[in-house]
Antibody, heavy 121, light 107 residues
Framework: EVQLVQSGAEMKLPGESLKISCKAS????????VGWVRQMPGKGLEWIGI????????RYSPSLQGQVAISADKSIGTAFLQWSSLKASDTGIYYC??????????????WGQGTLVTVSS | DIQMTQSPPTLSASVGDRVTITCRAS??????VAWYQQKPGKAPKLLIY???TLETGVPLRFSGSGSGTEFTLTISSLHPDDFAIYYC?????????FGQGTKLEIK
């Protein structure tokens, strides 16, 4: 059974750094793109980016590139989303998402349970 | 970025009704569209991909159609479990965007 288990809720101050995780199991982690989707409070879904753990090829939404960093550790089957300096506008639920398809055309077939990130002074 | 304009934002319907949700892409994306269902406090769930292919385990009352820039999700006969928020997503070439969502509520 495919599972994506995310790290727990975080409460941070503006300007702090943060790294959240997504532990994958039940499939070959190295051979599927895995990525992140944001949902701000009461709002819709926003695609952040994806990484191919096999070779660490990473792609970002143009509007979010430079604001976050996606990485993966294939030795432990885990993907990460990282901020170096959080802002209040980063508050939201962050979903880990396995992507399935080929050649740049990947739908999301499995989702993690979500990690709530709250940034407030 | 390719924009996905989804309509209507809210749809009120009754159990047994047939409903249709539409997404329009800002440029042609062939059939690279997926539809997801999200219930309160839960992660989204994949319903349809490649515009019209039903994901395994999804009830046959869900169907999708379209290509190019116009896409639709149809639920042929609403069940109580179908009241949720629905999102379209284009996944054309490594930069993916969602529609704004349609909240399907009980009339």
């Amino acid at each position: 059974e495919v599972q994506l288990v995310q790290s727990g809720a975080e409460m941070k101050l503006p300007g702090e750094s943060l790294k959240i995780s997504c532990k994958a199991s039940g499939y070959s982690f190295n051979t599927y793109w895995v990525g992140w989707v944001r949902q701000m409070p009461g709002k819709g879904l926003e695609w952040i980016g994806i990484i191919y753990p096999g070779d660490s090829d990473t792609r970002y939404s143009p509007s979010l590139q430079g604001q976050v960093a996606i990485s993966a550790d294939k030795s432990i089957g885990t993907a990460f989303l990282q901020w170096s300096s959080l802002k209040a506008s980063d508050t939201g639920i962050y979903y880990c998402a396995r992507h399935r398809g080929s050649s740049g055309y990947y739908r999301i077939d499995y989702w993690g349970q979500g990690t709530l990130v709250t940034v407030s002074s | 970025d390719i924009q996905m304009t989804q309509s209507p934002p809210t749809l009120s319907a009754s159990v047994g009704d047939r409903v249709t949700i539409t997404c329009r892409a800002s440029q042609s994306i062939s059939n690279w569209v997926a539809w997801y269902q999200q219930k309160p406090g839960k992660a989204p769930k994949l319903l349809i991909y490649e515009a019209s292919t039903l994901e395994t385990g999804v009830p046959l009352r869900f169907s999708g159609s379209g290509s190019g820039t116009e896409f639709t999700l149809t639920i042929s006969s609403l069940h109580p479990d179908d009241f949720a928020i629905y999102y379209c997503q284009q996944y054309n070439g490594y930069s993916y965007t969602f529609g704004q969502g349609t909240k399907l509520e009980i009339k």
